[in-house]
């Protein structure tokens, strides 16, 4: 692919789509489907495939195919498990085994580090559709700011497109194990400042992060002790404290269809969907995590907010779920981290 103008600069071409699918067939597809209206093409593709359901992988390189044919792009290659890549530039990596959300991706990462002119990485959830000026807008935007590592989109949901899901990304507060959206429910036709947002930002979600190859080379891969859910915020914690910026593209915009990828049904109010058990058990271990890694002083002043999570539970109707809460912060605590007993 040939680069127009300064090729110091990063560009599209320079990028590799890290996409994970997990028994979510159809909003892979279209996703799929709309990378391949990206107004600037990225240099690779590249879809893990970690899912339980028989046959996914045959039926998601079947329609990738159909949709590569259908817009005259290269067909897909497969590759079974990890290993090195076959030089085509969208390939399917079937895996053998689901090690979770973080692995998945840095088996991804893993492979393409040995093609040496890919200089950034565009983690991408697979139930999130971008805009076609949603990868030039990052690229843009890391070039603006030199000492920035990672760069966000605009997020909006599906559902609402008019109205965002977050900035980029959100704050993260050790005493309280909370993390939060930046701008939430915000109109998209009235953006925050995006310096202000920038000031604020604690981590870039992972549902559109392009990542810097230099931060990879410093920080490492993805934290894969989560096995789901605050990888991201993990991550971006890491790699601010290695001295790397956060950056966010407004211009970037990226619909996403916040648990698609998870199952989580959609919630009463049209708001956040509802978290399954799992989910929900994972989202607290790990956020106690965090604060026991990265701001360890902060943890007795976290646990007070146990009894809030509790009456929460109770709230919403979910008194079986106190002593899930309960096991989930122990855990944290102990170090039990990784895949839960009965993941799917």
């Known amino acids: 692919m040939s680069m127009e103008g ?100 840095n088996a991804i990462l893993k492979s393409l580090s040995a093609e040496r002119g890919c200089r950034a990485f565009w983690l991408l959830n697979n139930d999130a559709e971008p805009t076609p000026g949603a990868l030039s807008a990052l690229c843009d935007r890391l070039n603006e700011q030199p000492d920035a590592g990672i760069c966000g989109s605009t997020l909006v949901r599906a559902d609402a497109p008019d109205r965002l899901q977050c900035a980029a990304g959100g704050t993260f507060t050790p005493w309280l194990a909370a993390t939060r959206h930046l701008a939430e429910g915000a109109s998209l036709a009235r953006l925050p400042a995006r310096a202000e947002m920038e000031s604020r930002l604690d981590y870039v979600i992972g549902a559109s992060l392009l990542i810097r190859r230099e931060v990879l080379e410093s920080v490492g891969f993805l934290p894969e002790e989560h096995f789901l859910y605050c990888e991201d915020v993990d991550f971006c914690l890491s790699v601010r404290r290695a001295g790397f910026g956060l950056a966010w593209a407004p211009d970037s ?77 122990f855990h944290a605590l102990t170090g039990r981290l990784g895949r839960p007993g009965g993941a799917p």
């Open 253 to 329: 915009v990226v619909a996403h269809r916040e648990g698609g990828s998870s199952g989580a049904r959609s919630g009463p109010d049209g708001g956040r969907p509802e978290r399954s058990r799992l989910v929900d058990y994972l989202s607290v271990r790990n956020r106690f995590h965090l604060v026991r890694k990265h701001r360890p002083a902060a943890l007795p002043v976290a646990l007070l907010a146990l009894p809030f999570i509790l009456a929460n539970r109770l709230r919403r109707g979910q008194a079986d779920r106190c002593g899930l809460m309960l096991k989930a912060v």
């Open 6 to 105: 300064d090729m110091s600069l990063l560009a599209p071409a320079h990028c590799a789509v890290v996409l994970v699918n997990h028994g979510g067939l159809e909003h892979t597809l279209a996703c799929l489907r709309a990378l391949s209206r990206l107004e600037r093409a990225p240099g690779w593709v590249v879809v893990a495939d970690n899912s339980p359901k028989p046959d996914e992988a045959r039926h998601l390189f079947e329609g990738w195919r159909a949709i590569a044919a259908e817009v005259g792009q290269p067909a897909p290659e497969r590759l079974d498990d990890e290993g090195a890549l076959p030089g085509a530039p969208t390939v399917l990596l079937a895996l053998r085994e689901n090690r979770g959300f973080a692995a998945a991706n």
